[in-house]
């Protein structure tokens, strides 16, 4: 192919993947719906995005900077018009050991590279694997998050420091520790008053953002009571830092594939499933995974040039979004700019929010994450189902999230192998009497056996089928008939032929029957047809096999040679 051809093909995909004119012609049909819905997003966000900021070890400028610029930018490059993007549970889960080992500095370098391998998955047309994550994998995944989103939550509920470089669980146990030898319950009872006042709100008046009025009832509480012991978030800058590339260490940049990998693996995952959940909730809407995965990569090559930390589709922040009536990416965009005004009018009331206040915002949202009857669906579905499952959750909790999907998409692939190759099965074929006398059909059935192989041939389920044919004992002709067989690969073909020659070895003529044409080029490329060739033993139909069989019977002397017709008698003439 020409240069001229591959420069055109690139700037055609490229153009695929930017918005265009019906994008914008959907933001101007309902515009007063579209602005309500994200101003609603926006009041909703802004505890998250906080208290994922402070979470990823950033502070809370991070998580702001984030919902903002990631926010507009997935808003209008993404491939879902109700996608709300920003930081995440998920993502600060991932980024808090990169702190730990790189600082900052290798968070937003991270970023940065996680946004070119999502641009480039989306080149790639990769959105469409998506579709091979089983449910298990996602619900065990989205367990395992909010288990650990919660035990992150543990220091600043408790109100006290955090240990830095450990698992989550490390932490939470050395965080009950310090707060026994020194309890303070304040922070405590402000934690679970804004958790409470979550999850019972939700289920009265699911409408109403008690997320943010729980938040400013815990902040007014501190201040007039003068809680001086409660930790608030800190100052906050009055607008977002100028772009810069800064951060990047060049040195460093061979450290962080690994992690970037991570990061961007994760925002494949958490924006596709977020997007599909979307595309559930509504009717005749439907994302594109690879303009999906485009817009993700623009938003995380932007928001680290702002200080902000990876971003990602945000399940709960969609959902509110489709719940309050969106229409058009207007009110992604619209929340991404009431975040914007927070940021440079409202920082010094923000900067006052008690982080125990945000401990209790994380804490509710985690147990709304886990959809107990989901769960209940899943684990009494199959057992196959409930180990992976709750594989992948432990997975989540114990190592890290992309290893979880990983060994949950493993073992899922096992079981689901497992599974077809018990499908794959010899059947043994009753001959056909046609026209044999009983007694040439009871030595055709003592001398031929005739097996039909029903579904895949292939590597999980092909060396059952050797142990059987190589067992048979006391028979002249095995006959195969393959026209049952759904799936060839090279390892089933290579059985087969292998099988093929150590009955011939031991006299046993092999005839096969009903190959498929789309069959044939696997079986010719280890050689399995040029052994049934050499002898001219492969026929369409397996009667045709039958009567090669019995010919080849009669030829070794097993069957008597075949009679010539009677010939007819001659008419009797009357004496005249």
Not at 447 to 465: C, M, N, S
Request: glycine fraction near 10%; proline fraction near 6%; charge should be neutral.
């Amino acid at each position: 192919m020409s240069i001229p051809l591959l420069l055109a093909g690139a700037r055609s995909r490229i153009t695929s993947l930017l918005p265009d004119r019906d994008d914008l012609g959907q933001m101007r049909r309902n515009p007063r719906r579209d602005l309500l819905a994200g101003l609603t997003v926006a009041v909703v966000a802004l505890p998250l995005a906080l208290g994922f900021g402070v979470s990823s070890g950033l502070g809370a400028e991070a998580g702001l900077a984030t919902a903002v610029i990631a926010g507009a930018l997935a808003a209008v490059f993404g491939g879902s018009n109700l996608q709300v993007s920003g930081p995440t549970g998920a993502m600060t889960v991932v980024l808090v050991p990169i702190v730990a080992d790189h600082g900052p500095s290798g968070v937003l370098t991270v970023g940065l590279m996680a946004g070119a391998i999502l641009v480039a998955l989306a080149l790639l047309r990769a959105g469409g694997s998506m579709r091979y994550v089983p449910a298990p994998v996602v619900e065990g995944f989205t367990l395992g998050i909010a288990c650990v989103i919660g035990l992150q939550q543990i220091p600043n509920a408790l109100g006290v420091p955090a240990s830095e470089g450990e698992r989550v669980l490390v932490v939470a146990w050395r965080a009950f520790e310090e707060f026994a030898r020194t309890p303070d319950w304040t922070a405590v009872a402000l934690a679970l008053s804004v958790a409470a006042v979550m999850l019972l709100g939700a289920r009265w008046k699911p409408t109403v953002p008690f997320s943010i009025l729980a938040v400013i009832a815990a902040t007014l509480v501190v201040q007039i009571g003068g809680l001086d012991g409660v930790r608030p978030i800190g100052e906050l800058p009055s607008g977002l830092p100028a772009p810069s590339f800064a951060f990047v260490d060049t040195g460093a940049l061979s450290e962080l594939v690994a992690p970037a990998v991570a990061v961007a693996a994760l925002a494949a995952l958490e924006s596709l499933l977020s997007a599909s959940v979307a595309d559930g909730m509504t009717v005749g809407q439907r994302h594109d995974a690879d303009r999906e995965l485009f817009g993700q990569g623009v938003a995380n090559l932007a928001a680290p040039l702002f200080g902000g930390v990876p971003a990602t589709g945000a399940i709960a922040r969609t959902a509110v979004n489709v719940r309050t009536g969106a229409t058009s990416r207007l009110a992604s965009l619209a929340h991404a700019a009431v975040l914007a005004a927070i940021v440079f009018a409202a920082a010094p009331l923000v900067s006052k929010i008690p982080l125990a206040a945000l401990a209790g915002v994380l804490l509710a949202t985690a147990v709304r994450m886990v959809e107990v009857g989901s769960l209940r669906a899943m684990t009494r579905a199959t057992r196959s189902d409930a180990l992976i499952l709750v594989l992948t959750a432990v997975a989540t909790l114990v190592l890290d999230l992309v290893l979880a999907v990983i060994i949950g998409l493993a073992v899922a692939a096992l079981l689901a192998l497992r599974a077809v190759a018990r499908q794959a099965r010899l059947a043994p074929l009753a001959l056909d009497r046609g026209d044999h006398t009983e007694e040439e059909h009871k030595l055709l059935a003592e001398h031929i056996v005739a097996y039909r192989i029903d579904g895949p041939l292939f590597f999980a389920a092909a060396h059952r089928f050797l142990l059987e044919l190589t067992e048979l004992a006391d028979v002249r002709v095995v006959i195969l008939r393959l026209s049952h067989v759904s799936v060839v690969d090279a390892t089933g073909a290579l059985v087969l032929k292998d099988a093929v020659a150590k009955l011939r070895r031991r006299g046993i003529a092999v005839m096969v029957s009903g190959i498929r044409p789309g069959h044939r080029q696997v079986l010719d490329s280890v050689g399995a047809l040029d052994l049934l060739r050499h002898d001219g033993r492969e026929y369409a139909t397996t009667p045709e096999a039958i009567g090669a069989a019995r010919e080849y019977l009669r030829l070794t002397g097993v069957l008597p040679a075949a009679r010539a017709p009677r010939p007819a008698p001659l008419p009797v003439r009357e004496a005249p």
